[in-house]
């Protein structure tokens, strides 16, 4: 099993809110394969109860968690329960000392007994009376949202915690795989921030061998992984699909996704806004920019492993369908340096404010492209107003082999900078990103290991 770490902030609200004298109600969701479910279980106690529905009917959820419960409650599981309401009041005329009952996947539960909320609200309104907390788990983050946060449904407000897990920083990948920092933000290039795909990572030796075995064959594990997420979320599986699709193959405006679907334009505003709004696509705009109004929004595959899946796996399905993998491997690495590079560069601005660069607070980093002046274009990777606003952070992200000349490098960012026009009246502070190079006085140059070490603080 994977060691546990990390989620050292979500394991000690949990537990602080599971420790209070009433009892507490709770909603942990996130994106499948996140780890929810071992968060939980390092939080429970021996006394307390998990159980993990399915989609099975009412009748049989009931007598299957009344099962569970009867390995702490004696004769517990030998009752037939008619309804849910009957459940839940012998579970708590039962208790003699508070516990608390995890139901993880809980959307199945409400799928096949929809009146299960209006239940527990009624429940979580006498909580005086209740003698075991209650946290309720799902991957289904639609449906999550559905049960929680919709003012028309029963458990709206009720929820004394509400946590939302997300992929782990890249900083775990380290120490889970136990490999050099270079090779983390490579593998974390491809596997993300999801503990169950680092878990099957480790049963080869090398990253590749692992690509081969898990995903770029029809037999391995991951072959549909997308597809199985999409299935928790979404009506239109195929509609995401084709979209991460498109930009992953460089459709990255609106305009251009529309005329591949052959769609207008403000009938992609609702995918989109799903995409967004589950982590698997983000909206860039240039530094600076308003994003109400700005006219030069890109959409980017926001999630690792979903770039790459997008990237080299469906284009190359035919390939591996015909047990080609070894050829769908070498294609990949020989440009593997070039895929890398634009997760080193997503993880250089995601470092920002982590990094106290020349003692100086920087807020949140972004990439700015445009034309500063006539005849002039370019393009600068790394961006941040300092939290004064006095200074303005420059930086230049390179993932290759090649020694730079870091004097050079630093000069021609000045240089860029002093085109733009709201740098003016800003001190710049130049920075370098680099994969390889030799660190000196001069200039600030960051690597992966002050990368990674940056997300541990």
Request: proline share 4%; with cysteine.
């Amino acid at each position: 099993m994977l060691k546990f770490v990390d989620r050292k902030a979500e394991q000690s609200r949990l537990q602080k809110a599971l420790n209070r004298e009433i009892a507490v109600f709770a909603v942990v969701y996130g994106r499948r394969r996140c780890g929810k479910s071992r968060l939980l279980k390092q939080v429970l106690h021996n006394n307390d109860i998990y159980f993990m529905a399915d989609q099975s009917e009412a009748v049989q959820q009931r007598a299957l968690l009344a099962g569970v419960i009867g390995n702490s409650i004696d004769g517990f599981g030998n009752v037939i329960y008619p309804d849910w309401s009957s459940f839940f009041e012998n579970l708590n005329a039962r208790l003699t000392t508070k516990i608390t009952l995890c139901i993880d996947e809980f959307p199945y539960l409400v799928k096949n007994s929809p009146e299960i909320p209006a239940l527990l609200q009624k429940l979580m309104e006498n909580k005086d009376a209740l003698k075991f907390n209650l946290v309720i788990c799902g991957s289904s983050q639609q449906l999550m949202h559905g049960l929680v946060f919709d003012s028309a449904a029963p458990l709206f407000g009720r929820a004394d915690e509400i946590m939302k897990i997300n992929p782990m920083q890249v900083a775990y990948i380290q120490e889970v795989l136990n490999c050099s920092a270079n090779e983390a933000i490579e593998e974390y290039s491809v596997w993300g921030g999801i503990p169950r795909y680092w878990e099957l990572r480790l049963t080869e030796k090398t990253l590749f061998e692992a690509l081969e075995y898990h995903l770029l064959t029809s037999q391995g594990i991951l072959y549909d992984e997308p597809m199985r997420l999409f299935l928790d979320d979404m009506r239109d599986t195929v509609h995401s699909f084709t979209i991460l699709s498109l930009v992953a193959a460089g459709c990255n405006r609106l305009s251009e996704i529309a005329a591949r679907l052959e769609k207008p334009a403000t009938h992609l505003s609702a995918p989109l806004e799903k995409l967004l709004m589950l982590g698997y696509i983000r909206r860039e705009i240039p530094f600076g920019e308003n994003p109400k109004n700005s006219k030069k929004s890109l959409y980017k595959i926001a999630d690792p492993f979903l770039h790459f899946y997008f990237k080299y796996v469906v284009p190359n399905r035919s390939l591996i369908e015909t047990a080609q993998s070894q050829v769908v491997s070498s294609k990949i690495a020989s440009r593997f340096n070039e895929y890398v590079a634009e997760m080193w560069e997503n993880l250089c601005r995601s470092a920002v404010p982590y990094l106290k660069i020349n003692g100086i607070q920087f807020n949140t980093a972004s990439r700015w492209w445009g034309n500063p002046k006539k005849g002039v274009e370019i393009e600068i990777d790394v961006l941040a107003l300092s939290a004064d606003e006095k200074y303005l952070l420059v930086g230049e992200c390179k993932w290759n082999e090649k020694q730079y000349d870091n004097h050079k490098l630093t000069k021609e960012l000045e240089e860029k900078a002093a085109l733009l026009p709201f740098a003016e009246k800003k001190t710049i502070i130049p920075a370098l990103f680099m994969k390889n190079s030799i660190k000196t006085n001069t200039e600030n140059v960051y690597l992966a290991e002050d990368i990674l070490f940056s997300f541990k603080q």
